[in-house]
Structure formats: C-alpha cells, structure tokens
C-alpha cells in the first residue's frame, strides 16, 4: 500500500488557531461541517493567487498571470498586489544589507506539527537572513482589521518556518507583518525565538492537544466570528441570552458603568441574533419547521425584462430613457488612476466628517469633543 496523503486542510490549522486555542472541543466539531466558503474567502483566494504571481515575478521565476481565471479581479486587486509586490521588494532590499544570501520563500507549505497534531499551514513569504526570520500574511479582508502582535496564526508560521532553518541558520528573533492594504494596516510585532519556543512548549502544545482530542471547554468570544456552529453553539447562546435578560425598554433607569458594560457586549448580541436568523432560514429553506414561524416569499422590486429593449421603445415614444449621472468617487478614481485624478479633481473632492460613532477605547481613531458644534444639526 502506498503512503497516506496528507490532509489538504489541516483540522488544527493557522488560520483557525485563534478560534481553537480559545476553545478547544470547537475544532472537531467545526471539522465535520461542510466549509461552504463565501464570496469574501472566494475575494480574498483571488488576490493571493494574484500576489504570488507579483512576487514569483519580482524573484524571477517564470511565472504565469493568473488573471484570466480570477473571477474578482479588478483595478482595486490589482493595485493591491503591486502594493504588496513593492513591500516585498523593500523587505528583501533591507534583509540584502546585512544578509548576502537571504533565502525568499513564497507560498510555502510550513509544518509545525511539533506542536500541534498534523498541523501545517501556508505562509505567503518568508524571508530568512541570518539572525531574523520574517513572517508576511496579506489579507484582504476589509472587514476586521487584524493585528500581528500576539497573534496565533503568525506565531504557528514561525514555528514552521524555524523547523526548515533554524538549524542551517542562527535565528535570534522573528518579525512577523501582516499586509492589509484595503484597511491601510500595516502591523508588525518582532518577539524573540525564546519567548516564541516557551508559548509553543507551555500554551501552544497543551491547548493543541485538547483540541485534537476534542476536550476542554467551550468558550464564547470574538473567535466565534468564522466558527461553522456559531449559530447553533449552546455556550454562545447562553452567554449572549444572560446579556438578553437586562432590561433594554428602560435604558433611563440603567447606570452608566451598566450601560458601559451592555456597550461592550451588544456588537457580540446583535451578530449571534443575526447568525441565529441566518441558520433559521437555511434551514427552512431545507423543510425544517420552527414553532411559530413560517417561511414566506419576500418584498421585492420591479425590473425591467430586457433594459435594452426597453430603452429603444421608450425612445420611440420621444422620451429620453436614460439618467445621466456622474461617477462616483472611487469609480473615477479608478478610471483616471490616482495621480492623474489628483491633478485634475484635487480641488473638487472633500471629505465630510463622518456620523459619530461610539466605539471601543482600542479603536485607533481619534476621539471627537461631545460638545462640538460641527456635528450639531443646523
């Protein structure tokens, strides 16, 4: 018999780890549900394949487009996986200065099963020069903003990357970016390859091998964001339905610190009440019966069979059939590229302050005064 393969997706995997390490029994459970994927992931697949290309091209190698087969390429995409092809370049220019022969690794499959069963990942590039090992992801998410420092699918890269070189090289540290062009986030954290081993040997490990044996236990938190039983998770509901039991009728009669606390949590309520409808109505569209409920065809809007035909007849009729309205902001920016939009609508384009907006004190904008007069209505 031939050897086994090994998995294509890793139940432990990086990019979960933030998710299993916080509560362990979520990865097998995750493990036996369908991944049905998203738009979003399907977006973001896209533009690494698209980034790779920059980057093998950038060193090189003969690499071929991929573009004719990416379903969400656009100008956007583009922009973004030069920007990051450019990153790249300056990271090796800086590794060359005190490194001659930096090794440059793209898309590199990287074991740190050492420490968590049959665990692997892939890391988008790695660059070893001598003492200091850099770890790059590129996200293209522009919904959370992600940090480098602490975080878990950075470090597991690093473990896997030290399994390849840290006997061929004297590695003293590692620095690990992540690249998130759409949010302009560019987050670095540097932790030393001690500190790195200890969290592998005293947290890493021990939490690993809970998950992998499916004990320890449930936690809810902000990793429930990409669980596949987020919905149905009872330790979620019973945290979210605790929150549910303060009486929202009467927020007059609740005290700041409480209404600071309900702050803190309301976000986390309203998207498990969103999930909770999301699964309800997959669901019924599948049969399935809730007491009380029924599935019904939604509202929605008129339109036109045929718009080109409609348009012919409408101007047969001696009527313009067409609104004709200027482009918007981003689509003319694109349109013109940014230097050319500049020098042609720099004067014409200004930012309105945005709606306030009451957020965490770790959000990093800038807090406004309450008694401002800008934001009173006129």
Known sequence: ???????AHAILSASSSHRWLNCPPSALLCADREDMGSSFARE????????EYKVRRLLGENAESPVENLTYYDAEMEECAEDYAAYISELIADAK?????????????????????????????????????????FKYGKGVEVSAVNNPQMMLYALGALTLFDSLYDITQVSMTIFQPRLNNLSNSIISKSE?????????????????KGDGEFRSGDWCRFCKVKAE??????????????????????????IADILKKADSLAAWAADIKEYALNQAKKGVKFDGFKLV????????????????????????PY?????????????????????ILSEYVVKPKGKPTLVPDTDKRLAINAAAEDFKEG
């Not at 018999?1 to 998995?7: E, H, I, R, T």
């Not at 040997?201 to 091998?209: D, E, F, M, R, W």
Request: proline share 3%; charged share 30%.
């Open 44 to 51: 973001g697949t896209d533009a690494h394949a698209l980034c």
């Open 196 to 212: 790195l081993l200890e969290w592998a040997a005293n947290t890493l490990k021990p939490a690993a091998a809970r998950a992998a």
């Open 297 to 320: 065809e939604g509202k929605s809007n008129r339109k036109y069979l045929d718009e080109a035909a409609a348009a012919k007849l409408v101007e047969a009729a001696g009527f313009d």
């Open 323 to 343: 609104d004709k309205t200027i482009k918007g902001i981003t689509s003319m920016e694109k349109l013109l590229g940014k230097k050319r939009f500049l020098e």
């Open 1 to 7: 018999m031939g050897a086994k393969s090994k998995p």
């Open 233 to 258: 998770c009872r330790k979620r509901a019973e945290a979210n339905l605790e929150l549910a039991k303060l009486d929202f009728a009467q927020p007059a009669t609740l005290g700041n610190t409480e």
């Open 97 to 137: 200065k005190h490194c001659s022969d930096p090794i440059i690794l793209v898309e590199q499959r990287l074991d740190f099963s050492e420490y968590v069963p049959d665990g692997f990942g892939t890391g988008d590039c790695v660059v070893v020069a001598d003492d200091t090992l850099e770890i790059v992801d």
